[in-house]
């Protein structure tokens, strides 16, 4: 009897960080899927690829706050996805460089994940 005990103490020992309930209570989707936020990750990407011509000083519509992001945010994702060639690119002529897929993908889980601030 007490062997018994023993050996389902052992098993669940051993299959606790296969069990995924957790975190999916937590509300995560997964260990993968990072929390973003506009302070700590989309802010920065904004600031180091969009200014200063969207920033205050510049010439164009301000992005430059989390109203101005989060209020422009599918015509911010279409323009920098649109083909590097084409005339609506972001940024403006490749005057900085293009966002890689990794930073593309930022922006889409900060969108997905409702845009904390
Ligand atoms: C070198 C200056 C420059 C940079 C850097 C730049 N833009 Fe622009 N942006 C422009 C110009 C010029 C226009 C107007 C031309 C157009 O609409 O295609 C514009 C237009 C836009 C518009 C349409 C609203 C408006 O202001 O006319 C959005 C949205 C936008 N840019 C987003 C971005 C994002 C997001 C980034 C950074 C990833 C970025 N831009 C970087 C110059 C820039």
Redesign the pocket.
Same mark, same amino acid.
């Given at each position: 009897m007490k062997k018994n005990i023993l050996l389902f103490a052992l098993i669940s020992i051993i299959a606790l960080p296969f069990c995924s309930t957790s975190k999916k209570a937590a509300g995560n989707k997964g260990k993968e899927v990072p929390k973003v936020s506009y302070v700590t990750d989309v802010s920065p990407i904004?600031q180091d690829? &969009?200014a200063p &011509?969207?920033f205050p000083g510049g010439k =164009? =519509?301000f992005?430059d706050t989390y109203a101005a992001a989060s209020g422009?945010i599918d015509?911010?994702l279409y =323009?920098?996805q649109l083909p590097v060639d084409s005339?609506?690119f972001?940024?403006?002529r490749s005057?900085?460089a293009p966002?890689s897929d990794s930073l593309i993908q930022v922006i889409k889980l900060w969108k997905a994940q409702n845009m904390p601030n």
């Open positions: 904004l690829r &969009c &011509c969207h =164009r =519509r992005l422009n015509e911010i =323009r920098v005339s609506g972001m940024p403006f005057k900085k966002l």
